[in-house]
């Protein structure tokens, strides 16, 4: 079971794989310098598709070499994402990378039904840290794509994040629904309400391969002497290898505090898709960036397994 994000990156470099990423929006800075370095590390290559003329423009100022880089040239976001998209239906490329497209103009091509990446599943954020002082990572979920998930949705999202867990060898994650009290008796606070409706599910068996409990606040879903002292009993009380947000907004601020107070080192995918989405912030580290990728990889290299 991998135990720390690096062991991730070093992974990625053995699949014996010589895997493609297409970047949406390559004219992004960001997205260029990222898809240069990873080349440079031996992860991955890439397909810049977007402006050509701004492409040039940015490798020219970053001092990238786009001799080894394929391109196609389209200025228009949308006709961008949607040749991005057809590299990986018909195979040239093996994942996407979001550059310079709106989030928004990125999610609605990979949900277009002609690309056939749709699964049955929504989309969701998975974020991967390692836990300061701890050898094991920690997932959070969902701290950038569904606003305020219903219950179906977090549903979604729980499972999403147990694929990563899988992906990264841990076969039964422990798994916290997160609120800010372990009480559901108010019916009303949804945040409760919908933690107990899942753990319920779970305990009724229709959630397998993980094990689920909540509500738990923060503390109490990591710190083993914070469920001492509030008397919470349970197997991921004070152990939690997944952490699920009850909204985007609670997902957000933890994701955020973490980057600015912990420097934590990590990685992070879009999950719910046939294929893996690498959605980084141009604020993320190159470190974050390459993790991010890797991750990817393996969670290509998990569904060629399955196969």
């Known amino acids: 079971m991998i135990t720390r994000v690096e062991e991730i990156l070093s992974l990625a470099k053995k699949t014996g794989k010589q895997y493609r990423m297409a970047v949406a929006g390559a004219e992004s800075h960001s997205a260029l310098e990222t898809a240069a370095v990873a080349l440079e590390n031996g992860l991955v290559e890439s397909i810049l598709v977007g402006d050509c003329v701004k492409i040039r423009e940015a490798a020219k100022e970053l001092e990238i070499n786009l001799d080894k ?34 989030t928004r103009i990125f999610l609605k091509g990979v949900l277009n039904r002609e690309y056939g990446f749709r699964t049955d599943r929504i989309l969701s954020h998975v974020g991967v840290f390692n836990i300061p002082g701890q050898d094991r990572i920690m997932i959070i ?14 549903m979604h999202i729980l499972l999403n994040a147990v694929d990563v867990g899988h992906i990264l060898g841990n076969a039964r994650p422990k798994v916290a629904m997160l609120s800010f009290v372990e009480e559901a008796n108010d019916p009303s606070i949804k945040s409760t309400a919908e933690a107990n409706s899942i753990t319920e599910l779970y305990r009724t068996g229709q959630i397998p391969d993980c094990v689920v409990e909540g ?59 046939k294929i893996p989405l690498i959605v980084t912030s141009r604020a993320d580290s190159m470190k974050t960036k390459l993790n991010s990728i890797a991750l990817g990889i393996m969670t290509s290299e998990h569904r060629r397994e399955k196969q």
């Open 141 to 154: 979920t969902d701290a950038g794509v569904n606003v305020q998930p219903d219950l179906d949705k977090k």
């Open 215 to 273: 509500p738990y606040s923060l503390d109490v879903a990591l710190s083993p002497e914070a469920a001492r002292i509030k008397s919470v009993k349970g197997e991921v009380a004070g152990h939690a290898d997944v952490i699920v947000m009850h909204d985007i907004g609670m997902g957000n601020v933890l994701y955020k505090a973490l980057l600015l107070w912990c420097n934590p080192v990590l990685a992070s995918v879009v999950m719910g898709a």
């Open 69 to 102: 880089f394929q391109i196609y040239d389209i200025s228009d976001s949308t006709e961008t994402m949607n040749k991005s998209c057809q590299l990986v239906a018909t195979g040239q490329a093996d994942f996407l990378f979001k550059g310079l497209v709106s």
